[in-house]
């Protein structure tokens, strides 16, 4: 299906590895133009030449902390009225709520709500005026199930979750939607980091964490970071102008209720 956003640009925030990756290839082979942003350079500017090789668009890699007030001015200053942009960070520590002071929550907050907020706020009047934005938030499947040692995360995506709940209704009118993807397990350097405190809290090696995961996901695998991304571009489509406000959980199946 042609997803009708050939020759539109996107803002890619995060995109050098894992899930942002995944979502910049996705628009890319859709015939979206780029600016990818990334802490690390050497890992940004090869998944930009890859992109560009593969899918014969222009991408453009900013070097920086998109958590950061130079960060975003680096990424805006690249990409000054993107038509989608998709805002992607990195998670917070994983721990005990006892062990975080207030600058470890307002580093949370910061990263994992006001970074893409302030990336919206930049951005989304001139969707508005060009009558067509899609905006996607990379969250996570604990603001639905929340996680114990994820407590930061939990607090910081679900403010932004309300947050986007807000603004969607406000924008769609303009044809312009806001939306939050929710992963779950898929294979990325966060998880495996996951991985490694849930098995130093059990007792468990690295190995028997993971299988333990597994076993609480009814596919019965990880996700990939290429499946993602495609559910990702098809938020950014021509055709899914009819959604917004939305959280679509990607983790297969592992959430056990209706709604």
């Known amino acids: 299906m042609d997803l009708g956003i050939r020759g ?31 802490r ?18 222009r991408v453009s890699a900013v070097v920086g902390d998109i958590t950061t007030d130079e960060g975003r001015r680096a990424a805006l200053a690249a990409s000054p009225a993107p038509d989608i942009l998709v805002n992607n960070a990195g998670g917070p520590p994983t721990g005990d709520f006892r062990e975080w002071d207030r600058a470890a929550w307002l580093k949370a907050i910061d990263a994992n709500m006001l970074t893409p ?12 005026a060009r009558k067509f934005g899609r905006i996607v938030n990379i969250t996570s499947s604990a603001v639905k199930a929340p996680l114990g040692p994820l407590g ?10 309300g947050f986007i709940a807000g603004l969607a209704r406000q924008t769609v009118k ?15 350097d966060r998880n495996r980091t996951t991985v490694a405190a849930f098995a130093k809290e059990r007792g468990l090696s690295e190995e028997q964490a993971l299988a333990e995961r597994l076993r609480l996901i009814p596919a019965g695998r990880q996700g990939d970071p290429a499946e993602f991304g495609e559910a990702c571009a098809y938020l950014c489509s021509a055709q899914a102008g009819f959604i917004t406000g939305q959280n679509l959980l990607l983790d297969g199946g592992a959430y056990p209720g209706t709604f």
């Open 40 to 57: 690390g350079r050497e890992a940004l500017e090869k998944t930009a030449q890859e992109i560009r090789d593969a899918c014969g668009v």
């Open 8 to 38: 539109k640009t996107a803002l890619v925030c995060a995109a050098s590895k894992g899930l942002g990756r995944g979502c910049a290839f996705s628009l890319a082979r859709e015939g979206v133009n780029l600016v990818i942003t990334a």
């Open 174 to 188: 303009h044809n312009v939607t806001i939306n939050n993807l929710l992963p779950g397990f898929f294979m990325t």
């Open 152 to 161: 930061l995360s939990n607090g910081a995506r679900s403010g932004l979750t």
């Open 117 to 128: 907020i302030e990336l919206i706020k930049a951005t989304v009047d001139g969707m508005i």
